[in-house]
């Protein structure tokens, strides 16, 4: 069974700061690993899918990197902004059951202004 | 494009209910994931369907709980006879033709089901 863990469960830096959120799954058989992130009370939205054959994904100050090997995902922010303060949950799909999702229990970041 | 819809956002129920849940998905997708997020756990994958037929529901409780995603119309979860425990966030995702898992998920608002 697949386990998705993130580290650590809530992160507070001041605005401006670069940051890093880690996630680390068991079964390195994976498809592809997705980052979201979950304001509160509201839905998901999708920051950045690495395909399990690529390194990395950046977009804007986001950028994603994954090691299937070792089964590790980061997510580095740059220049951190109080609108990125949220819930940040990966997930991964594995090769065997690719039709779900597992979810990591998220990150929950502040950025304080 | 209109995102992933859900309604209603918020329902409550007394225990013993019905509740029914409406996810749209995007334009286009024909392919439906609902997922649970109990309070204080994370998101956990429920039922995989496609128009008129469930793919994988691996995740479904084997009672009370059932979907559905018609020829027309939104996919349906329902949930009988509701209790306290199936208070949670319930969230629909969609991915788009040709489905499979190499494929982005979209994912809905979500309902928050609270049972009193």
């Known amino acids: 069974k697949q386990e998705v863990t993130q580290i650590p469960a809530a992160l507070s830096v001041p605005e401006g700061e670069n940051l890093v959120l880690n996630c680390s799954f068991t079964d390195s058989a994976i498809y592809n690993l997705q980052w979201f992130r979950q304001d509160p009370g509201k839905g998901l939205t999708s920051l950045l899918l690495i395909q399990s054959s690529q390194r990395e994904q950046t977009s804007g100050r986001l950028n994603a990197s994954l090691d299937k090997s070792s089964g590790r995902s980061t997510l580095y922010i740059a220049a951190s902004q109080p609108g990125d303060s949220a819930t940040y949950l990966c997930a991964v799909r594995l090769l065997e059951t690719g039709n779900q999702f597992y979810f990591g229990t998220g990150t929950s970041l502040t950025v304080i202004p | 494009n209109a995102g992933v819809m859900q309604n209603p956002r918020h329902l409550v129920r007394r225990r013993g209910q019905e509740a029914r849940l409406r996810c749209s998905p995007m334009?286009?997708?024909?392919?439906v994931y609902w997922y649970r997020q109990l309070p204080e756990e994370g998101l956990k994958f429920m039922v995989y369907l496609q128009k008129e037929n469930i793919i994988d529901e691996s995740g479904m409780p084997k009672e009370r709980f059932s979907a559905e995603f018609p020829k027309e119309g939104p996919s349906i979860l329902r949930i009988q006879q509701v209790v306290r425990g199936d208070s949670a966030a319930y969230f629909c995702?969609?991915?788009?033709?040709?489905?499979?898992?190499?494929?982005?998920?979209?994912f809905g608002p979500g309902t928050r089901l609270t049972v009193l």
């Open positions: 334009k286009g997708h024909s392919h």
């Open positions: 995702a969609s991915s788009p033709d040709p489905g499979g898992i190499s494929n982005e998920q979209f």
